[in-house]
């Protein structure tokens, strides 16, 4: 069984290396810690509430920087953007990794594989939406110069950290979430290069356009979806992304697959396939993959944000709109959105989205993301449980700097009895 916990860079920046590691080492007994190497366009705690524990500061926003020193090639046309601690060369990752090896912790890079701030030529590397809005900031999986500078990527964390493993997040298309809820961001991509390989698969890009906006009425009209989705040209699009991601993630794995244990970051099965992640083919190219079913926020993004972004658009009630997407999602529960954003999804999704993501998986791991933010600490057992039922291979407590004291100590006492 794995117990891991996953940190950002300013947890260790304002509260030092030392207490962190003490604190996970020795309150939430987690033996495995993920450090964020770049971040995201994130509020820290998402989507409210205060930092419980830092010492400096209540509430912190990231900018999807580069968090450590980075070298990679500069022929690509574009490259990350670093933060200023990165550029004076201070790593933070290191500084943990040397304070937690006191305290047993085994500190793995948790890296994000096409979403990071670009600078140089990024209008030629990023995607592109159905409308042809380039969305900065996240590579498209097709284009050689992605694939160049993946490869690099990887390569270059592993040799400098010499880690256990890597989780690999991002490794997908945008979702709706960044600095603000955008659902247009998640039909994608319609760049040169991918409309090219869209036509050698049978891919007519103008009827999936137009299936696409039908989508996108539809949901902004309160209707049922399923329909729409079902279209043959829609599966196939939705097919070729998947495949663009598999392919990269094989790539990953030829890459540094012998030198590290690879770990994926996957959304949770309900989404996974809009997001252009397939299970079936992916747990053939890693050696396992943690999925965040975070019951609360119904998902790991901000399912609320995205259906009254949704609801704004139009005339319909949010309620209708949210009843529309939980049925494109398959998502068996009958409560109504007000019931949601009380009290998040039931913790029996937890158990539904693990239980799937095991039986596609086969014989490789599913590690379940647990949420320790922002929910009662009863909670957090009863989703441990929930994961296990489910036939997780071990839970990613998420995460340390959201979490009060308290909810740290709840998972020590969950992790001591395993
Ligand atoms: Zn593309």
């Given at each position: 069984?794995?117990?891991?916990?996953?940190?950002?860079?300013?947890?260790?920046?304002?509260?030092?290396?030392?207490?962190v590691?003490?604190?996970?080492?020795?309150?939430?007994?987690?033996?495995?810690?993920?450090?964020?190497?770049?971040?995201?366009?994130?509020?820290?705690?998402?989507?409210?509430?205060?930092?419980?524990?830092?010492?400096?500061?209540?509430?912190?926003?990231?900018?999807?920087?580069?968090?450590?020193?980075?070298?990679?090639?500069?022929?690509l046309?574009?490259?990350?953007?670093?933060?200023?601690?990165?550029?004076?060369?201070?790593?933070?990752?290191?500084?943990?990794?040397?304070?937690?090896?006191k305290a047993?912790?085994?500190?793995?890079?948790?890296?994000?594989?096409?979403?990071?701030?670009?600078?140089?030529?990024?209008?030629?590397?990023?995607?592109?939406?159905?409308?042809?809005?380039?969305?900065?900031?996240?590579?498209?999986?097709?284009?050689?110069?992605?694939?160049?500078?993946?490869?690099?990527?990887?390569?270059?964390?592993?040799?400098?950290?010499?880690p256990?493993?890597?989780?690999?997040?991002?490794?997908?298309?945008?979702?709706?979430?960044?600095?603000?809820?955008?659902?247009?961001?998640l039909?994608?991509?319609?760049?040169?290069?991918?409309?090219?390989?869209?036509?050698?698969?049978?891919?007519?890009?103008?009827?999936?356009?137009?299936?696409?906006?039908?989508?996108?009425?539809?949901?902004?009209?309160?209707?049922?979806?399923?329909?729409?989705?079902?279209?043959?040209?829609?599966?196939?699009?939705?097919?070729?992304r998947?495949?663009?991601?598999?392919?990269l993630?094989q790539?990953?794995?030829?890459?540094?697959?012998?030198?590290t244990?690879?770990?994926?970051?996957?959304?949770?099965?309900?989404?996974?396939?809009?997001?252009?992640?397939?299970?079936?083919?992916?747990?053939?190219?890693?050696?396992?993959?943690?999925?965040?079913?975070?019951?609360?926020?119904?998902?790991?993004?901000?399912?609320?944000?995205?259906?009254?972004?949704?609801?704004?658009?139009?005339?319909?009630?949010?309620?209708?709109?949210?009843?529309?997407?939980?049925?494109?999602?398959?998502?068996?529960?009958?409560?109504?959105l007000?019931?949601?954003?009380?009290?998040?999804?039931?913790?029996?999704?937890?158990?539904?989205?693990?239980?799937?993501?095991?039986?596609?998986?086969?014989?490789?791991?599913?590690?379940?993301?647990?949420?320790?933010?922002?929910?009662?600490?009863?909670?957090?057992?009863?989703?441990?449980?929930?994961?296990?039922?489910?036939?997780?291979?071990g839970?990613?407590?998420?995460?340390?700097?959201?979490?009060?004291?308290?909810?740290?100590?709840?998972?020590?006492?969950i992790?001591?009895?395993?």
């Open positions: 069984m794995i117990f891991a916990t996953q940190i950002h860079p300013h947890d260790v920046r304002d509260e030092g290396a030392v207490a590691a003490r604190n996970i080492s020795e309150l939430a007994a987690c033996p495995v810690v993920g450090a964020e190497i770049s971040t995201l366009e994130e509020r820290h705690p998402y989507p409210h509430g205060e930092l419980p524990h830092n010492p400096r500061r209540n509430v912190v926003v990231t900018h999807a920087r580069h968090e450590t020193p980075l070298e990679i090639p500069t022929d046309g574009f490259r990350p953007v670093l933060s200023e601690e990165a550029i004076s060369g201070f790593d933070y990752v290191a500084q943990i990794s040397q304070a937690g090896q047993g912790l085994s500190v793995i890079p948790w890296i994000k594989a096409l979403n990071i701030e670009l600078e140089g030529d990024w209008q030629q590397a990023c995607v592109v939406t159905a409308g042809g809005r380039v969305v900065r900031n996240w590579l498209c999986p097709s284009k050689p110069t992605t694939e160049q500078y993946v490869r690099s990527y990887v390569r270059y964390i592993v040799s400098r950290y010499s256990r493993a890597v989780l690999v997040d991002r490794l997908r298309y945008p979702d709706w979430s960044g600095a603000q809820v955008d659902p247009s961001s039909f994608t991509c319609f760049c040169p290069d991918c409309k090219a390989l869209m036509a050698s698969y049978g891919i007519d890009t103008s009827h999936v356009r137009a299936s696409l906006k039908r989508l996108g009425d539809s949901f902004i009209a309160g209707t049922d979806a399923t329909t729409i989705a079902h279209d043959d040209q829609l599966r196939l699009w939705m097919k070729f998947q495949d663009r991601i598999t392919r993630a790539i990953i794995q030829d890459e540094i697959g012998a030198m244990t690879v770990w994926l970051n996957l959304w949770p099965p309900s989404f996974a396939p809009w997001m252009g992640q397939d299970y079936s083919s992916l747990g053939r190219v890693c050696h396992g993959a943690k999925h965040f079913p975070y019951h609360k926020l119904g998902g790991g993004a901000d399912l609320s944000g995205l259906v009254r972004r949704l609801a704004g658009m139009g005339v319909e009630s949010p309620e209708r709109v949210f009843r529309s997407v939980m049925d494109l999602l398959e998502l068996p529960y009958s409560l109504s007000a019931e949601f954003e009380e009290h998040g999804l039931p913790v029996d999704y937890v158990q539904h989205e693990t239980a799937n993501a095991v039986r596609m998986f086969k014989a490789t791991p599913i590690y379940t993301g647990v949420q320790i933010w922002d929910i009662p600490a009863s909670e957090i057992e009863a989703a441990t449980e929930a994961a296990a039922s489910g036939g997780a291979s839970f990613f407590f998420y995460c340390y700097g959201w979490a009060t004291l308290d909810a740290l100590a709840e998972v020590g006492r992790a001591r009895r395993q």
